[in-house]
């Protein structure tokens, strides 16, 4: 895949984030493996719910 292809994925997915998730980010906060890497290669559910879910098993 293009790497400009593999931003605009994780732009998008950036952009659907739940509000929690990005504040975190923003503070730096977030999960370690939590990086651009990873949002190119793992999409995201855009229900907010299941971000959370996601998100809460990258600490298990």
């Keep these: 895949m293009e790497p400009s292809a593999t931003s605009a994925r994780a732009e998008r997915n950036a952009r659907l984030l739940e509000p929690a998730i990005i504040q975190s980010i923003l503070a730096g906060q977030q999960p370690t493996c939590m990086s651009l890497l990873w ?4 999409p995201l559910p855009t229900d907010w719910v299941a971000q959370r879910k996601v998100v809460a098993g990258f600490d298990a």
Excluded at 39 to 42: I, M, S
């Design 39 to 42: 949002f190119q290669r793992n």
